[in-house]
C-alpha cells in the first residue's frame, strides 16, 4: 500500500493567517492527489483534485501544489469557516486510494 | 442534483454480517466513468477507503479487508449494496457511500454502525 503521511496533525491558527498543510507519500504518485475538508459530524467534502485544481465552488483562498512524493495545502487568509480537519488522498495507484491520518486545524 | 443516502442496521452483533445500501439519485451507474465507493470513518479517527464499484461492474477493495467485502449494484433501483462479513467491535464506524472514480465529489450523510454483542 502507498502510505500517505500529513503534518502536522494539529494545527492552532487565527483569523487572517496563512497556513499550509503537507502531505507526504511513501512513494511517487505523480499529482494524483485530492484534498478533502470535514467538519464535525458531517461527510468531506472535496476541495481539490490533480494537486492543484480547485473543485467547483471552492473558494480561492484554498491552493494545492506538489508532486511526486510531496505536496500542500494552502489557505492564504484563514477564515471561520475553515477551522475543520483536512484529509489527503493519493489515487495513482490503487493499492488501495489512501487516506492520509488528517490534519485537524484549530482555532489559536 | 447528485445525492446518496446510506442505510442499513445501525447495531450489529460481533461475527455477523453486515448489510448497507446506498441509494443515489442524479447520475447513472451505467454512464462510462462513473463509480460509487465506501469509506469508513471511527469515531474520532482518519477516513479508511473500502471498495468501488464502476459503471462496467469493475470492483475494486481495499487488500486489507478484501476477504470480507462485497460491492454490487442494482442500476434499476439506482442502488449500491456493500456487504461486510465477520463483524467486530472494531469495525464500529461511520460508513458513507460516494460517488467518484477514484475520488469522491459527492457524499452521503453517513450512518454510525456499532458492533457491540
Known amino acids: 500500500d502507498i502510505q500517505m503521511t500529513q503534518s502536522p496533525s494539529t494545527l492552532s491558527a487565527s483569523v487572517g493567517d496563512r497556513v499550509t498543510i503537507t502531505c507526504r507519500a511513501s512513494q511517487s504518485i505523480s499529482n494524483w492527489l485530492a484534498w478533502y475538508q470535514q467538519k464535525p459530524g458531517k461527510a468531506p467534502n472535496l476541495l481539490i483534485y490533480r494537486a492543484s485544481n480547485l473543485d467547483s465552488g471552492v473558494p480561492s483562498r484554498f491552493s494545492g501544489s506538489g508532486s511526486g512524493t510531496e505536496f500542500t495545502l494552502t489557505i492564504s487568509s484563514l477564515q471561520p469557516d475553515d477551522f475543520a480537519t483536512y484529509y489527503c488522498q493519493q489515487y495513482d495507484s490503487y493499492s488501495p486510494y489512501t487516506f492520509g491520518q488528517g490534519t485537524k486545524l484549530e482555532i489559536k | 442534483q447528485i445525492t446518496l443516502k446510506e442505510s442499513g442496521p445501525t447495531l450489529v452483533k460481533p461475527t455477523q454480517t453486515l448489510t448497507l445500501t446506498c441509494t443515489f439519485s442524479g447520475f447513472s451507474l451505467t454512464t462510462s466513468g462513473v463509480g460509487v465507493g465506501w469509506i469508513r470513518q471511527p469515531p474520532g479517527k482518519a477516513l479508511e477507503w473500502l471498495a468501488l464499484?464502476?459503471?462496467?461492474?469493475?470492483?475494486r477493495y481495499s487488500p486489507s479487508l478484501k476477504s470480507r467485502l462485497t460491492i454490487t449494484k442494482d442500476t434499476s433501483k439506482n442502488q449500491v449494496v456493500l456487504t461486510m462479513t465477520n463483524m467486530d467491535p472494531v469495525d464500529t464506524a461511520t460508513y458513507y457511500c460516494?460517488?467518484?472514480?477514484?475520488?469522491?465529489?459527492?457524499w452521503g450523510q453517513g450512518t454510525l454502525v456499532t458492533v457491540s454483542s
Open positions: 464499484i464502476y459503471w462496467d461492474d469493475d470492483k
Open positions: 460516494a460517488h467518484g472514480g477514484a475520488i469522491f465529489d459527492y
